[in-house]
Nanobody, 126 residues
């Protein structure tokens, strides 16, 4: 199964972007799907993760209230709506998936995911 991320670009502070991630298989095959990001010189960090078992979607504190993740299982798509973008949101964004379950405390650990998209660049600058 491959993931294909798209939708990145250059946007002014306060602007919006919607990222998309296409699954070559079915999103429902995965227990956990989500988005990570990596800024230059920094480690990859979790942005938003959805866990199928309990239907929960969690967000990093830095994006709560601004980012919304959604999924369309019928189309095998995952989305990340990003509003009120800030310069600190500048990063390469990756979609990720994992078939086996994870405990809540491990959901933002990038090392736990074995399926990744290729990344899409988001640059927030005036």
């Amino acid at each position: 199964v491959q993931l294909q991320a798209s939708g990145g670009g250059l946007v002014h502070p306060g602007g919006s972007l919607r990222l998309s991630c296409a699954f070559s298989g079915f999103t429902s095959d995965y227990s956990i799907v989500g988005w990570f990001r990596q800024a230059p010189g920094k480690e990859r960090e979790g942005v938003s993760i959805s866990r199928r078992g309990d239907g929960r979607t969690i967000y990093a504190d830095s994006v709560k209230g601004r980012f919304t993740m959604s999924r369309d299982n019928a189309k095998s798509m995952l989305y990340l709506q990003m509003n009120d973008l800030r310069s600190e949101d500048t990063a390469v964004y990756y979609c990720a998936a994992r078939k086996n379950r994870l405990i809540l405390s491990a959901l933002f650990d990038a090392a736990q995911y074995d399926t990744w998209g290729q990344g899409t660049q988001v640059t927030v600058s005036s």
